[in-house]
């Protein structure tokens, strides 16, 4: 999960490296586009250049040698937090969010991600398949969007601008992933030995 191994999102890439170049990167992003394009290795790719130890935010780089940039190349970084929906469910459980009945408000991700980071300045927060967020889900996911804890970054990977509440679009910057094109889809195949 790098910027090199990101194809096709290039402008994206770009608008992050020039707000972290300026100092003005958000804390919630809305990652919308198909699916399959990219969006949540993007998410990983930002993670762990936003956290790497060895280089500063600004440059928005991995080094890829940090025990920083190690762990979140091994998918073991205690300060990046993902959920996704479950196979066996049609919605993301509001359990993930912010816990179960008995522990509510003090587990789940939306607990996990005000608590003090483990190994750097920040906290990572992946939504992976926002767009199966429930009312109840998204309502709560509203106060740690409205008000995100010091040094966190939420970021919420949906399909569809239209399947999030106006109060979760209006919260988060917006970044759009386009399909690729034939032609792009065509080379990543040959190149990674896939062909007819």
Wanted: include cysteine; aromatic fraction near 4%.
């Amino acid at each position: 999960m790098t910027w090199q191994q990101i194809v096709g999102h290039e402008a994206v890439i770009e608008q992050m490296r020039s707000a972290a170049a300026r100092g003005r990167m958000a804390t919630s992003y809305l990652f919308v586009g198909p699916e399959g394009v990219g969006k949540r290795t993007t998410a990983l790719a930002l993670a762990k250049a936003m956290l790497c130890q060895a280089t500063p935010e600004s440059e928005l780089t991995a080094c890829g040698r940090c025990p920083s940039c190690q762990q979140a190349a091994a998918g073991t970084h205690p300060d990046i937090l993902q959920v996704a929906k479950p196979e066996d469910k049609s919605e993301l459980p509001i359990a993930l969010l912010i816990g179960d009945k008995e522990h509510r408000l003090r587990e789940g991700l939306c607990y996990e991600v005000g608590l003090k980071p483990m190994l750097g300045r920040r906290k990572f927060a992946i939504i992976d398949d926002a767009d199966h967020l429930n009312e109840e889900g998204a309502n709560s996911l509203l106060k740690t969007l409205e008000e995100p804890p010091a040094g966190s970054v939420l970021i919420l990977i949906s399909t569809s601008l239209q399947r999030q509440l106006p109060t979760i679009r209006s919260r988060c910057q917006v970044m759009r992933f386009a399909p690729l094109p034939a032609e792009r889809v065509a080379e990543l195949l040959v190149t990674h030995g896939t062909t007819e």
